[in-house]
């Protein structure tokens, strides 16, 4: 009997190994033969477990667990493309990056980042906060008049809550005019958790 479940065991281990080189293989074969629109992986952070999505162009999505990483992978399909696979080699660079932040030896990153999922006064908004460095902090208000709307306050606070790529592009650093935090995508304290490691 503990034989049988040793063998049991050891065939289940062997075809998760498999399963997973053929997922290796499946995925890089896809990668080059240019039929993979959106590569896929998490990341463990001191913030949760992040979701990073890359198109070929650059990253396209940054998620929090609390945005439901399921959801965020549908909306991809839907908004993108369905051709969808879990691919963690297009984001060895950006995990990378994201590691360096939070160890505190990267204070800007430089990956390619692809914006198609925010236009119009929302993508200028997101633009715009790329310009907020490490460590500072600047009002909806201060934002709302850097992109020539001065009165669009909100606008910019709904901005920054469908910022597709959080972290990277630090939404986080905007704040009430009054020094609170505000809202953010992946909760309060993941913004409050961001806004201390960049104070530190």
Do not use: W
């Amino acid at each position: 009997m503990t034989a049988d479940i040793f063998d049991a065991l050891a065939d289940e281990l062997t075809d998760a190994a498999t399963l997973a080189r053929l997922h290796t293989r499946l995925a890089a074969d896809a990668d080059g033969a240019g039929v993979l629109d959106v590569a896929y992986r998490t990341v463990d952070t001191p913030v949760g477990p992040l979701l990073l999505a890359a198109t070929p162009a650059g990253l396209v999505r940054v998620a929090f667990d609390i945005e439901d990483h399921s959801a965020v992978l549908a909306g991809l399909a839907v908004r993108i493309s369905p051709r969808i696979l879990r691919a963690p080699q297009r984001l060895d660079t950006a995990v990378r990056q994201l590691d360096e932040y939070f160890a505190k030896r990267r204070t800007t990153f430089d990956v390619p980042v692809d914006l198609r999922l925010t236009q119009g006064f929302r993508r200028s908004v997101v633009e715009r906060l790329r310009a907020i460095g490490y460590g500072e902090r600047a009002s909806y208000a201060a934002v709302a008049t850097a992109v020539g709307s001065p009165k669009a306050v909100r606008a910019v606070g709904s901005a920054c809550a469908h910022n597709p790529l959080p972290v990277v592009i630090p939404c986080h650093r905007v704040v009430r005019s009054d020094g609170t935090p505000g809202q953010y995508v992946g909760g309060a304290a993941a913004k409050a958790a961001l806004l201390r490691l960049e104070a530190a």
